[in-house]
């Protein structure tokens, strides 16, 4: 017959043990391993109330306007609470107000075009620019690189709305440009420039430029110059260099670089409404106007999570790009 195990029990008349004492028949192990998981749960406790206040702050809005895109337009303006999927309808689609047949938003959808090509060809524009920037600074004795950078930052000193109004001056029909080739004899009548998507491609490169030249300079800044002088004494030409060694190198800068200034271009509003006149629209002067005079804060609200959505699929697709990039490095 099977004996019975017992729980061993403290002789009559023992003391109970001290939580404080420590138990002998624990391993140093568990007592560090308890101690970190104490002094992890306090960092979170003290983190708690900014975490609470950071999260509500942040996607509090973003659920407000979710909200608004779900509801019925108001004809004054607001919010009528009565559910309705008119607003997501209206970003890609319209009704005929004659014979009530449903058609393609044209007007939509060639703001949204615009937005995507002129985000696109500011991203390759500031990178041509910004390319040959990064890497003089990186050539550079490494005394003179912080005087460098300093003078790229000089734009971020003064107000985005200045520096808008800065590049109208060049380009209108009495600015730099046209003054120049109309006294030099090149042309008899101005170039009109401003108030065309030109002008709003050429703002957003200037105001986007120094995003893509630091992320540039932080990767070449780390590119081992000794592969350059190799692929060199192996014959290779400039281009073969350049195209074999160095852009693989500073890949990451590069995919950063055209992220900070691809995402706040698609939803540029201040530089496409100065150069573009009210006339060019891009996606933020598209929201702006349902919100304002468009009265229809459903399809407003309905634009923005779509704005927001189109960042999130580029910012995915960047951190699935720098996973494959670290896994790769490892």
């Given at each position: 017959m099977a004996s019975q195990e017992t729980a061993p029990t403290s002789p009559p008349g023992a003391s109970a043990p001290d939580p404080a004492t420590p138990d002998p028949a624990r391993s140093e192990h568990s007592y560090v391993e308890e101690a970190r998981r104490r002094e992890v749960r306090g960092k979170w406790l003290l983190a708690a109330?900014?975490?609470v206040v950071l999260l509500a702050a942040a996607s509090g809005p973003l659920l407000i306007v979710l909200v608004y895109s779900f509801l019925t337009p108001d004809p004054y303006g607001g919010v009528e609470w009565q559910f309705s999927l008119q607003g997501w309808f209206q970003v890609v689609f319209a009704r005929d107000i004659f014979d009530e047949t449903i058609g393609l938003a044209d007007a939509h959808l060639s703001i949204f075009w615009r937005s995507v090509q002129l985000s696109f060809l500011t991203t390759l524009l500031t990178l041509i620019f910004g390319?040959?920037?990064?890497?003089?600074i990186a050539t550079r004795p490494q005394q003179y690189r912080e005087l460098w950078l300093f003078l790229i930052t000089i734009?971020?000193?003064?107000?985005?709305?200045?520096?808008?109004?800065a590049i109208m001056e060049v380009i209108r029909n009495e600015g730099i440009i046209n003054t120049i080739l109309m006294t030099t004899g090149i042309i008899e009548q101005?170039?009109?420039m401003l108030f065309t998507d030109f002008a709003i491609l050429l703002g957003m490169a200037y105001v986007y430029l120094p995003l893509m030249v630091l992320p540039l300079y932080a990767s070449m800044e780390k590119l081992d110059?000794?592969?350059?002088?190799?692929?060199?004494?192996?014959?290779?030409?400039r281009f073969q260099a350049l195209r074999r060694v160095i852009i693989p190198a500073v890949k990451p800068g590069i995919v950063a670089g055209a992220i900070l200034v691809f995402i706040p271009s698609l939803g540029a509003y201040v530089t496409p409404r100065v150069l573009g006149g009210g006339k060019h629209l891009m996606l933020g002067n598209l929201i702006e106007l349902q919100f304002g005079q468009g009265r229809n804060w459903p399809l407003g609200a309905a634009l923005s999570i779509t704005l927001l959505a189109i960042v999130m699929v580029a910012l995915i697709s960047y951190v699935r790009n720098a996973g494959r990039t670290d896994a790769g490095h490892g």
């Open positions: 109330p900014a975490l390319f040959p920037t990064a890497y003089f734009p971020f000193w003064t107000n985005l709305l200045i520096r808008t109004f101005p170039i009109q110059f000794r592969l350059v002088e190799a692929a060199y004494d192996l014959y290779a030409t």
